[in-house]
């Protein structure tokens, strides 16, 4: 009698352990988590990466993460590693939205979770869910504030302005550069705002890669070719720092004028941030990735126990930030991927303090922020 009650207990044990899932997030069968970054050459990327390790680590999960230098077939190559390392999760931020299409269906049948970080991955119904930054906001707000910078609505005019656009091979670029132009363009239509080099199409302000030096180049060749004759450049809108990096480094060398040129960004970079406080730059649209982690990890943790997270998740969560649960806005091309949207939040030098050092996310170095991760 005694041994059938033991042995029931054990296949009463056995059955819980099936349950809860063969591996569970703590001791030897932890749950591995493939983390896919773009590249360290932007810093961002940096800061997504060793948050979202911090934060799987935390909970016991094995974390592997990759960066893959913007090389798309690099990419491929970490994501094929960290299938064949049998992951139970993966978060990938794309290079290319568009070249996943293959890795991912592997992904599918391996039976893998799919977030989609930051960037949507396109044409794949291999992705569960998304996770960013309202990115039309964030061009938004760049429209916005060069709005309200000039006093568009009663500053007699004109004003020049120049447009830099980021990858497109990045399918939030265009998010970006339709929110800042969608603000703008009435004011364009008016004349009140002029494009001197007429370059107004995202495909002709476009930046490969989000490249500093390619954004540079474009810009010197743009002041030479439509302001070397003591035009006024008012407003250098760029999509995000790396490219307001070069425009700023451009303008620096290349431009005649004295006038201080407002110049948007996106992101924070510590670079950038010294460009504010020196005056050199007007604004940037600082997304927390600190919490874009956090909520990826939450999702990340629905999704391996097998629940089908909707917008619960956030009110269950109680994060601190907000964030909208969004059904409509990010079709793939294989349907609307669910999506978690932060919020992002424009940093200028008067609230850098305020924004970036008191929340934590910065400390104040010599007069400059430093990031804390
Ligand atoms: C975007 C991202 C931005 C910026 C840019 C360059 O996809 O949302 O925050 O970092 O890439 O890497």
Redesign the pocket.
């Known amino acids: 009698m005694k041994k059938k009650l033991l042995a029931l207990a054990l296949v009463g044990a056995m059955v819980a352990t099936m349950l809860t899932g063969c591996g569970s997030a703590s001791g030897s069968g932890a749950k591995k988590v493939g983390i896919a970054m773009?590249?360290k050459s932007?810093e961002?990327?940096n800061r997504d990466g060793s948050y979202l390790e911090e934060q799987f680590k935390g909970k016991g999960y094995e974390v592997q993460l990759t960066f893959s230098d913007n090389n798309i077939n690099q990419q491929v190559k970490d994501i094929e590693g960290l299938i064949a390392d049998e992951v139970d999760l993966l978060v990938i931020?794309a290079i290319d939205g568009e070249s996943l299409t293959q890795v991912l269906a592997d992904a599918k049948e391996a039976n893998i979770p799919v977030i989609s970080y930051?960037?949507l991955i396109m044409n794949t119904d291999a992705v569960s869910y998304y996770v960013?930054?309202d990115?039309y906001t964030?061009g938004k707000l760049q429209g916005e504030f060069v709005r309200d910078a000039l006093d568009l609505d009663n500053a007699a005019g004109p004003f020049n302005i120049e447009f830099t656009a980021?990858?497109p091979a990045?399918n939030?670029?265009g998010f970006?550069f339709n929110g800042a132009y969608d603000v703008l363009r009435p004011y364009i239509e008016s004349g009140k705002l002029v494009v001197p080099s007429g370059q107004t199409e995202f495909a002709q302000v476009a930046t490969e890669s989000?490249n500093t030096a390619n954004a540079m180049e474009r810009f010197q060749n743009i002041l030479g070719s439509y302001y070397s004759d003591g035009t006024q450049l008012d407003v250098a809108l760029c999509?995000?720092?790396?490219t307001a990096l070069g425009v700023t480094q451009a303008i620096a060398t290349d431009y005649a004028g004295s006038n201080a040129v407002i110049i948007t960004g996106?992101?924070g970079d510590e670079a950038n941030l010294a460009n504010i406080v020196d005056g050199k730059q007007t604004m940037t649209v600082y997304?927390a990735v600190a919490n874009e982690a956090v909520a990826t990890l939450d999702l990340g943790v629905a999704l391996l126990s097998g629940e089908k997270p909707n917008a619960d998740l956030i009110s269950k969560s109680g994060w601190s930030f907000d964030c909208a649960y969004d059904t409509s806005s990010y079709d793939n091309n294989t349907g609307i991927i669910p999506s978690y949207l932060l919020v992002p939040t424009v940093v200028t030098k008067d609230n850098i303090q305020k924004e970036l050092v008191d929340t934590g996310y910065y400390t104040m170095e010599n007069g400059y922020p430093k990031a804390t991760n």
Do not use: H, I
Not at 239 to 242: I, K, R
């Open positions: 773009p590249t932007l961002r990327w931020a930051d960037r960013s930054f990115n964030v980021g990858d990045d939030n670029a970006f989000w999509s995000n720092d790396s996106q992101d997304k």
